[in-house]
């Protein structure tokens, strides 16, 4: 019989309790390490005493009006992320594929205001991910995503990713604008070429495209920039952001220029939840703390410093781990053996994470974490790597006898 939870997801056995900065405990007293922080979202960590605070406090005080009303807190956030950022404005909402999905409203109605409401695809990248609405399962791409869901949603093309001439190839008198994830999460920490993201602002300059990225999982600090973007020193005209910016309460958020958010007159777009007091109270705490003095510089530090202590990992273990990747606090190690297994035998010491495509497991953890932490996170693995090399040898003189 079908479990009363609908079974979309291939669960572990395991069920928290409560949580302490980047651990996990459960019921019966097992401690585990957070390296995969709800999939990259739990930014400052479990239990942060101020977001903790600060959600009960408004919750108590008042949860949700509506967007009928002023919202003081939403307006404070907006201005946070507009003066951090290239944006001049902020539409809030729930989560990260209706941020992508008002992201290509707002591509779309810039062009049409623009003269041009012919101009409504948008290209994307293979191995992309956006989200799992219908236009955003189009936006991804992934036949295994997109299989038994009917007609994909029109409107999207998709290029190689780091592809510039393929890109450029692309480009059609239709073509509204182009949608990049700086740094491919779900298909397995693959960051974009610095050429690559210079090669499209200037595309989208020269053919007056506008340029969106998809910072969901990049942003919000998680690679030691507030957006991944930064790095690039690449300015777009829009972006999307979610998992990390509520530390664990739901919310999306769309950035853009004044340019293109110009087009968003009352009534074009909107959302019943989305920017509500409760939401925001946690987005405010989430802002303050990635900005306050010293805290991206933490992220940068300790993520280079999980990133050596990966590729240590790779020398040590070549059997199981083949190559490390990432930036900041969003990393990735290529195994040999399948993700999952890998994912099992790291439970099993102690240390959750996430897989990704391409093999990859993914190790993104609160943005709190310490040196220590990452070095706890990597001793597990390589007991992780020890065990699994142990039970394959085990295998191997079970079958030769
Ligand atoms: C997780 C993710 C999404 C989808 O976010 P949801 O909140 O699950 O809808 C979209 N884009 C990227 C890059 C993501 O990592």
Redesign the pocket.
């Known amino acids: 019989m079908i479990s009363a939870l609908m079974p979309t997801f291939n669960r572990a056995d395991l069920a928290f309790e409560r949580g302490e900065g980047a651990w996990l405990m459960t019921a019966d007293g097992r401690r585990f390490l957070d390296f995969g922080a709800g999939?990259?979202v739990s930014s400052l960590g479990h239990g942060h005493p101020r977001l903790v605070n600060a959600i009960a406090e408004q919750a108590a005080r008042v949860m949700h009006v509506s967007n009928l009303y002023r919202i003081p807190q939403a307006e404070a956030l907006a201005r946070k992320l507009v003066d951090n950022s290239f944006a001049d404005s902020v539409f809030f909402c729930n989560?990260?594929?209706?941020a992508?999905e008002g992201m290509v409203k707002m591509i779309r109605r810039d062009q049409a205001r623009r003269g041009h409401p012919e101009r409504t695809r948008i290209i994307c990248c293979d191995g992309a991910?956006?989200?799992?609405?219908l236009a955003?399962l189009a936006a991804t791409g992934n036949p295994a995503y997109l299989d038994g869901f009917g007609e994909p949603v029109a409107g999207f093309d998709h290029v190689p990713f780091n592809n510039l001439n393929r890109l450029r190839d692309a480009i059609t008198p239709e073509t509204a604008g182009i949608m990049i994830?700086p740094i491919q999460?779900?298909s397995g920490i693959k960051q974009a070429d610095p050429h690559f993201m210079r090669g499209l602002r200037q595309a989208c300059d020269e053919m007056g495209l506008v340029l969106a990225f998809?910072?969901?999982?990049?942003g919000m600090g998680r690679t030691g920039k507030l957006f991944a973007h930064e790095w690039y020193d690449v300015k777009p005209d829009i972006i999307?952001v979610?998992?990390g910016i509520g530390g664990g309460f739901p919310l999306?958020a769309i950035l853009a220029t004044e340019e293109v958010a110009s087009h968003m007159t009352p009534g074009s777009h909107g959302t019943t939840f989305g920017g509500n007091p409760l939401a925001c109270a946690a987005g405010n705490v989430v802002m303050d703390e990635l900005m306050a003095p010293g805290f991206l510089a933490h992220v940068r530090k300790v993520g280079d410093a999980l990133g050596a202590m990966l590729d240590g990992l790779v020398v040590e273990w070549p059997e199981i781990f083949e190559q490390a990747r990432g930036r900041g606090l969003m990393r990735g190690l290529r195994c040999r053996p399948p993700v999952a297994t890998v994912l099992n035998a790291a439970m099993h010491e102690g240390l959750l994470c996430v897989t990704a495509g391409d093999n990859v497991l993914r190790l993104v953890p609160p943005l709190v974490v310490t040196e220590e932490d990452c070095r706890t996170a990597c001793a597990r693995l390589a007991r992780a790597a020890k065990a699994m090399l142990a039970h394959e040898k085990t295998n191997a003189r079970t079958v030769t006898a």
Request: aromatic content about 4%; charged content about 30%; overall charge negative.
């Open positions: 999939i990259a989560s990260g594929a209706e992508n991910f956006h989200g799992r609405t955003m994830e999460g779900e998809d910072e969901v999982q990049t999307s979610a998992k999306g």
